[in-house]
């Protein structure tokens, strides 16, 4: 069984800068598609990034050019670099992990396995 854990967020003021963790344990890290959604209050969660065993990344067009997502499976730990952060951003962000999940199903929260608890970012002046 696949643990994740988020770490990192925060409160920022909008055109700052956060990066969130998610580190795993309990499996083949290497193996795993992990991704980051977010979900704002009276809002569907929504996808943010993905990054692929072969380290393929996929990004919502929203963060497009903003956020960066890495992985370092040495740590087991995926990373979300994010810059020039609005309030917009503002949401719980999740961590997800699957093994086996296809292409055309990345995007879609309902495909992946394993969640973590999320954590809180805030965009604030």
């Known amino acids: 069984q696949v643990q994740l854990v988020e770490s990192g967020g925060g409160l920022v003021q909008p055109g700052g800068s956060l990066r969130l963790s998610c580190a795993a344990s309990g499996g083949t890290f290497s193996r795993l598609t992990i991704a980051w959604f977010r979900q704002s209050p009276g809002q569907e969660r929504a996808f943010v990034a993905a990054?692929?065993?072969?380290?393929?990344?996929h990004y919502a067009d929203s963060v497009k050019g903003r956020f960066t997502i890495s992985r370092d499976n040495a740590k087991n730990t995926v990373y979300l670099q994010m810059d020039s952060l609005t309030p917009d951003d503002t949401a719980v962000y999740y961590c997800a992990g699957d093994a086996g999940i296809i292409l055309s199903s990345i995007r879609n929260d309902v495909h992946y396995d394993y969640w973590g608890q999320g954590t809180q970012v805030t965009v604030s002046s």
């Open positions: 990054i692929r065993s072969t380290r393929t990344t």
